[in-house]
């Protein structure tokens, strides 16, 4: 992944937060729900086609 291709805080956090939100907001679970979002931001990253074939910038689909 680029430098300019990091996944920021802030798309985790987003991601994390709908995670939680999808189950049912349980306490306690912040890190699980960090690492997975990230682990899902990563994993849709690696599968969108190699940007310096694209000439736009893609940006990542929710996973619903």
Do not use: C, N
């Amino acid at each position: 992944m680029e430098p300019d291709d990091q996944i920021t805080d802030e798309q985790i956090r987003a991601r994390a937060h709908d995670i939680w939100d999808r189950h049912h907001r349980p306490e306690g679970y912040d890190l699980q729900f960090w690492l997975l979002a990230k682990r899902e931001l990563e994993a849709v990253r690696k599968a969108l086609p190699d940007k310096s074939k694209s000439s736009t910038k893609e940006s990542v689909p929710d996973l619903i």
